[in-house]
């Protein structure tokens, strides 16, 4: 009787032995098909974001020869001198045939109001290059950059592009002579924004950027830090505590242009901070960083053993010796790591910036905390959001760095974490 | 680590104490806030302003019209804006906000058009509308079909059942939200235009103005008419990947993408720059500055920022504004205004 049972019941896993396998397998499938799925959007994010804004770091540029003429340029008023005209003479130098006015100032067009500006320096620094004739390279146009890299099409009706026949067959006099070449783009990472394409750069988003999260971590960490500890070390388990601790959850979840609604009426209209400057920004990411820093924080906290706080008060430690000599800097790793995820979140944030006026047009790279900026992903916005066709790639390009440097945080924190984390 | 603690904080305090002193000094840069139609036409004439001039670049946010009133109107304080862009012109009620907020003596400068175009891909063909069809395919509700008084539901579902000379194709239009300067410019442009023409609403007006009002201006919310957001380079976008639909968005994006889109004639004229300058294409608006009197003098490079954008090297018919995609105005209206704004004439509003 026994015996037949225990056969049967062999028999019974034996029969259902496949199936099981079977079920475990596509178990195994869906989990590996999601991670595919993830990785491929991902791929796809990535690879149309590179390939969308890598041309942006080469730029276009015209070896023009320039004669500075004493003529043009009055060595006591340098600053108001013509430059553009210097410019022009050297551009139609390439084309004698040019005679239509115009048409001439169509030709002038080929390079950048930039280089005028960039003429004006090399003399500013330089007095004694009047007279002389020297070969420099200049900015192209734009346009031209578009059309060389092909962005504009050749093959549609001239009324369509952007750039006319005649401008073509320009381009390709200057290139076929060697005169038009594609170099790294050194704008794009020394210039404020600006209208013209070619001259926009990401200098001043960058320092806004910077100075913002400067605020926001020089804030946020030690009043995080320092509210995790108390609420984890000292403060009694009661229901006040209980109503902290569900309301820092609570925040943590808010949407962040919550945040700026509070700093647009707390710090710009109560307090009257400048408007646009990284300063309030960072004060308006300090409120939206907090939360993350104190959950990490205590998290951190909890995970140093009892017993470490146990020996260290039965040596004859205080409590505040036992906390700053033992528990915080066996914590601090854990600290460091959710603050830099926090500031990560905090390098990313438009919508809080929107409300107090960090969405705006600023040329000047900003030089401290008071002075206009803008950050990262509102540039990226504001190009987003431009006419001009250059600007999509360098709205790409744009997007690379901002990743590269969220990568590279996030980058720290794992290293941080690996390096000086303890496991118990 | 607690020491390293306490240094942070100190900073930070340090930091935060000489940043709130610092802001209470006046302001060295001029302060533009508004349209967003207008922004790249103000941030290039900025851009040139700062390079050309001794005073710093003007920072100019773009908030849209009426949230740029708002803030130009909140007071004459150096922490208020000293200019803001419209494309509209100021309202009576935003002219009395600013009034009471102590705002008394505003300039207006009318800086050139902004031609508003109804366009679809390249793939497609040009499609001829009128503003009749424009409002008979958007409205939420028209006179019906069959005749007679009553207004319907719009019921048309392809533009070949508004007129037999369109295309047969579902009325798909991308266009602004209502928080849009551009959208009350093309309701106002088209819509009202074209809504008075139609007898059975024409009646409304002396019978129900309010009813008549709402007639002409509600834009139909069953589909056919999308919101595609803020942003015109996204309906571009959008249109190169459905050649069928149509999008309403300003001159400049049309101008800088003639390779992939085509602007729809609009009761027979295209929406050609020389349409739009001569006045021919009907669905131009004009583009506006306000600037606030107090503030000239107060903030540095006020009077030559307005001189800058109203030279004929900025706003002339070959200026760099017109490169832009600004409709220049006509050579005796530009020396009216330039006069107007170097007089820094304040504005009647009638």
Redesign the interface.
């Known amino acids: 009787m026994s015996k037949e049972q225990k056969i049967s019941t062999m028999d019974r896993v034996n029969v259902g032995l496949a199936r099981r396998y079977r079920r475990e397998r596509r178990f195994r499938l869906f989990g590996l098909a999601a991670i595919a799925a993830s990785l491929l959007f991902l791929v796809l994010l990535l690879v149309s974001i590179v390939v969308k804004g890598h041309t942006a770091f080469r730029q276009t540029e015209i070896l023009l020869d320039i004669h500075f003429d004493p003529a043009v340029l009055d060595v006591n008023n340098l600053a108001t001198a013509n430059y553009a005209a210097l410019v022009r003479d050297a551009v139609l130098v390439f084309f004698p045939q040019v005679e239509d006015r115009q048409d001439k100032?169509i030709a002038a067009k080929l390079v950048s109001?930039g280089a005028a500006?960039q003429l004006q320096d090399m003399v500013m620094n330089k007095p004694e290059l009047i007279g002389s004739t020297k070969p420099v390279w200049v900015l192209a146009d734009d346009e031209v950059d578009m059309f060389v890299k092909g962005h504009?099409?050749r093959d549609?009706p001239e009324?369509?592009?952007?750039v006319s026949d005649k401008q073509m067959a320009w381009i390709d006099q200057l290139a076929a002579t060697g005169r038009l070449k594609q170099k790294f783009n050194t704008t794009f990472f020394q210039a404020g924004d600006?209208?013209?394409p070619e001259l926009a750069g990401i200098r001043g988003a960058v320092m806004g950027s910077m100075f913002t999260l400067i605020?926001t971590l020089?804030?946020s960490?030690?009043?995080g830090?320092?509210a995790a500890v108390y609420l984890e070390e000292f403060a009694p388990k009661n229901r006040w505590t209980d109503l902290i601790e569900v309301n820092i959850n609570n925040l943590a979840a808010i949407p962040s242009i919550v945040f700026g609604l509070l700093g647009l009426a707390v710090f710009l209209n109560f307090?009257?901070?400048?408007?646009?400057?990284s300063?309030v920004g960072g004060l308006v990411l300090t409120l939206m960083t907090l939360p993350t820093i104190i959950i990490a924080s205590r998290a951190s906290l909890k995970s140093v053993p009892p017993s470490i706080r146990e020996a260290a008060l039965g040596v004859g430690a205080s409590k505040m010796q036992t906390i700053?000599h033992h528990v915080?800097?066996l914590a601090?790793p854990g600290m460091m790591t959710g603050a830099i995820i926090g500031m990560a979140r905090a390098l990313g944030e438009t919508a809080p910036l929107l409300m107090i006026?960090m969405?705006?047009?600023?040329?000047?790279v900003p030089q401290g905390?008071?002075d206009?900026a803008t950050v990262l992903p509102v540039q990226i916005y504001?190009w987003?959001?431009?006419?001009?066709?250059a600007f999509?790639e360098r709205t790409s390009a744009a997007i690379m760095v901002l990743l590269f440097l969220l990568l590279a945080m996030n980058a720290a924190a794992v290293f941080l974490r690996n390096k000086f984390e303890r496991r118990w | 680590?607690?020491k390293f603690?306490l240094t942070?904080?100190a900073?930070?305090m340090l930091?935060?104490t000489a940043?709130?002193t610092?802001?209470?000094d006046g302001?060295d840069?001029i302060?533009i806030v508004g349209s967003?139609t207008v922004?790249?036409f103000s941030?290039?004439v900025?851009?040139q302003f700062?390079?050309t001039s001794k005073f710093?670049?003007p920072?100019?946010?773009?908030t849209g019209t009426g949230g740029g009133m708002k803030l130009f109107c909140t007071g004459a304080g150096v922490?208020t804006p000293d200019i803001t862009n419209a494309s509209r012109r100021m309202k009576t009620s935003e002219m009395e906000a600013c009034q009471k907020n102590g705002v008394t003596e505003v300039v207006e400068v009318k800086v050139g058009y902004d031609g508003i175009v109804v366009a679809n891909s390249?793939k497609a063909e040009t499609m001829n509308l009128s503003r009749k069809e424009l409002f008979l395919a958007l409205a939420k509700q028209v006179p019906s079909p069959e005749g007679g008084d009553k207004l319907v539901a719009n019921p048309y579902k392809t533009w070949k059942d508004i007129n037999k000379a369109l295309p047969d194709n579902k009325i798909e239009v991308l266009g602004p939200p209502p928080t849009s300067g551009t959208r009350d410019a093309f309701v106002e442009l088209v819509m009202d235009e074209s809504c008075a023409e139609f007898e059975s609403i024409k009646a409304l007006k002396k019978s129900d103005e309010k009813q008549f009002k709402a007639v002409c201006q509600t834009v139909r919310e069953d589909g056919a008419y999308i919101e595609a957001g803020?942003?015109?380079?996204l309906i571009v976008q959008k249109l190169e990947a459905n050649p069928k639909s149509l999008g309403i968005f300003?001159f400049?994006?049309l101008?800088?993408?003639?390779?992939k889109i085509q602007g729809s004639a609009v009761d027979g004229q295209t929406p050609t720059f020389e349409n739009i300058a001569s006045g021919k294409y009907v669905v131009s608006r004009p583009l506006f500055i306000y600037v606030k009197k107090a503030h000239v003098g107060m903030i540095p490079g006020i009077a030559e920022y307005l001189a800058e954008f109203t030279s004929d090297r900025a706003w002339g018919e070959?200026g760099?504004l017109a490169e832009?995609?600004l409709i220049p105005m006509p050579k005796e209206e530009r020396k009216t205004f330039a006069a107007d704004a170097k007089a820094l004439k304040p504005v009647v509003l009638k």
Do not use: C, H, W
């Not at chain 1, 307090?271 to 400057?277: G, Q, T």
């Not at chain 1, 969405?359 to 000047?364: L, T």
């Not at chain 1, 987003?384 to 066709?389: I, L, V």
């Not at chain 2, 920072?59 to 773009?62: A, L, Y």
């Open positions: 100032r109001t500006y504009i099409p549609v009324t369509e592009r952007r600006s209208r013209e605020v020089l804030l960490f030690p009043i830090v320092a307090m009257n901070l400048p408007r646009s400057a300063l700053s915080l800097p601090i006026g969405v705006a047009f600023i040329v000047d905390f008071n206009p504001l987003a959001d431009s006419p001009e066709r999509v | 680590m607690q603690g942070l904080a900073a930070s930091i935060a940043s709130a610092q802001a209470a302001r840069y302060s967003s922004y790249p941030t290039t900025a851009e700062g390079k710093k670049t920072k100019i946010e773009s922490d390249k803020e942003n015109d380079n300003g400049s994006f101008d800088q993408n003639a390779d070959n760099y832009k995609g």
